[in-house]
Antibody, heavy 119, light 106 residues
């Protein structure tokens, strides 16, 4: 079955960087586009970024454009989110998700990893 | 950006009830709409995509309808495990955006 496992979350100071990973299994990772989403404590869901199956196409929400970078290593079945110049408002649970049945539809999600930005 | 507005924000229901949640887009999104269910401390689960297509493994008591700007999620014969928060999500135009959520409580 499709499984996505995020890691790398933790406490980080404002202005610092953090990299999240998402290990995929149960499907052919190299044939699927992927997303990152987040959810601030007690808030709704926010789409952050998308990467095509081959890594050639990437899209970002304005809230993270220029600060966050998405990448993937298809040889390791792993997705990454590199977060620079972190802000207090980046505190959230971060989820990776597979783009599946239809382009733009995130059909399977990881369990999430908590990132807390605090001084 | 396309704004997605759900109503109601919360509702109370009983096991066996039929409930309907509405989602309205600020502009036409054709049928490019998903519905997700999220339980506390868990990741969202896809219920419906393309406005009305049931995702694999989702019980048939869940159904979706609509196109353009107005969409509905209906849950027939509500079960105990259905008490959760539901989100609509448009993928017609980037940035992909969500409704604010509807919390279904006992």
């Amino acid at each position: 079955q499709v499984q996505l496992v995020e890691s790398g979350g933790g406490v980080v100071q404002p202005g610092r960087s953090l990299r999240l990973s998402c290990a995929a299994s149960g499907f052919t990772f190299r044939t699927n586009a992927m997303h990152w989403f987040r959810q601030a404590p007690g808030k709704g869901l926010e789409w952050l970024t998308f990467i095509s199956y081959d890594g050639n196409h990437k899209y970002f929400a304005d809230s993270v454009k220029g600060r966050f970078t998405i990448s993937r290593d298809n040889s390791k079945d792993t997705l990454y989110l590199h977060m620079d110049t972190m802000k207090l408002e980046d505190t959230a649970v971060y989820y990776c998700a597979r783009d599946g049945v239809v382009f733009g539809v995130a059909d399977y999600w990881g369990q999430g990893t908590l990132v807390s930005v605090s001084s | 950006d396309i704004q997605m507005t759900q109503s109601p924000s919360s509702l109370s229901a009983s096991v066996g009830d039929t409930i309907t949640i509405t989602c309205r887009a600020s502009q036409s999104i054709s049928s490019s709409l998903n519905w997700y269910q999220q339980k506390p401390g868990k990741a969202p689960n896809l219920l419906i995509y393309a406005a009305s297509t049931l995702h694999s493994g989702v019980p048939s008591r869940f159904s979706g309808s609509g196109s353009g700007t107005d969409f509905t999620l209906t849950i027939s014969s509500l079960q105990a495990e259905d008490f959760a928060t539901y989100y609509c999500h448009q993928y017609y135009i980037r940035p992909w955006t969500f409704g604010q959520g509807t919390k279904v409580e006992i």
